[in-house]
């Protein structure tokens, strides 16, 4: 079978990293949050925005007024 030396290696990694805090996974959280803050890198958060559902859902409430009235007129 095929070995790729890049995932065997960063299979590798991961693991030291992991060992390096007895594999808790609270610690590793913590220190990758710290790298987070420590980096200066903009967070952005890319989660669905309130109040936008699909135009099929059947839940035109969820997009306003105007997708109320626009959903009464298309019936």
Do not use: C, P
């Not at 890319?46 to 409430?61: C, F, H, V």
């Amino acid at each position: 079978m095929f070995q790729d030396e890049i995932v065997e290696e960063i299979h590798r990694i991961r693991e030291e990293y992991s060992r390096s805090f007895n594999h808790d996974l609270k610690a590793i959280f913590a220190d990758l949050q710290k790298q987070q803050a420590e980096s200066g890198r903009e967070v952005v958060t890319l989660s669905r925005k309130r109040g936008l559902t699909t135009r099929w859902s059947g839940r035109a409430r969820d997009l306003g007024e105007d997708a109320k009235e626009t959903s009464r007129r298309s019936t």
